[in-house]
């Protein structure tokens, strides 16, 4: 108790100390108060609220972690969205159904924590956001799921106006593509950008189980590097 009594007090270092030791400690109790600071944009280094939250893991932290991933600092976003994933499958569904609502950068970091949980329940709202402003994010994440039902929508993600999409669908192919998805990286091997000729050589050697080398940033012919 005298611990949960202290996380309002106006020594930012002692509040900190407090959030960190209740989240270590996994204190349910604590939710409330924490997710209370975790909303307080006045305090600095709120992200220590969004980590001990993602510690605690009762599900009734998990609404104050999506509202966390508007918040205006990158930071508190970033962290709101390692702690999601801890949730795991329990995070799934509030994810998906945050998804379908949310704004371009809340969205960006719901989609970030779907792919890292890897659940296929995630299919249907990742493709939704294949041509979205975070397609990028969606095509990453739909690598991680690894369903060919996503392979099209890679396929065509192929062919994005910026690199990061482009770069993301040909690496999300490498797991899931088929004879369909050959000839679109072989002819992602010509990409203006380097990274994604050299992600669609690695998917290619990946699929076809052959070394394909891809042209490097000095004009040399070179097999990628295994990640």
């Known amino acids: 108790r005298p611990l949960l009594e202290k996380i309002g007090t106006d020594n930012r270092f002692q509040r900190e100390r407090v959030i960190a030791a209740l989240g270590t400690l996994q204190v349910v109790s604590a939710i409330e108060p924490i997710s209370q600071v975790l909303t307080d ?3 600095k280094r709120r992200y220590i609220a969004a980590w001990a ?3 605690i893991g009762d599900y009734s932290g998990i609404e104050p972690l999506l509202a966390a991933l508007s918040d205006p600092e990158e930071l508190v976003r970033q962290y709101a969205t390692r702690s999601l994933i801890k949730f795991n499958r329990d995070a799934v569904q ?3 159904d945050f998804v379908a609502i949310a704004d371009e950068v809340p969205a960006a970091g719901a989609i970030r924590a779907l792919g890292d949980i890897g659940d296929k329940r995630a299919l249907a ?3 939704d956001h294949a041509d979205g402003p975070n397609r990028h994010e969606a095509f990453l994440a739909l690598g991680k799921l690894k369903d060919p039902q996503a392979e ?3 396929i065509t993600g192929l062919s994005s106006a910026d690199w990061q999409s482009r770069m993301n669908a040909a690496m999300a192919l490498g ?3 088929t004879d369909k998805a050959v000839a679109p990286l072989r002819r992602a091997l010509e990409d203006d950008v380097m990274v994604v000729r050299e992600w669609a050589a690695r998917s ?3 699929m076809t189980g052959k070394t394909v080398t891809y042209r490097d ?3 040399g012919m070179v097999e990628p590097y295994s990640v």
């Open 41 to 43: 944009k006045s305090l």
């Open 53 to 55: 939250l993602g510690e």
């Open 94 to 96: 509030p994810l998906i």
């Open 125 to 127: 709202v990742l493709l």
């Open 152 to 154: 099209s929508a890679l």
């Open 175 to 177: 797991p899931v593509g």
């Open 204 to 206: 290619l050697s990946v």
């Open 217 to 219: 940033a000095h004009g």
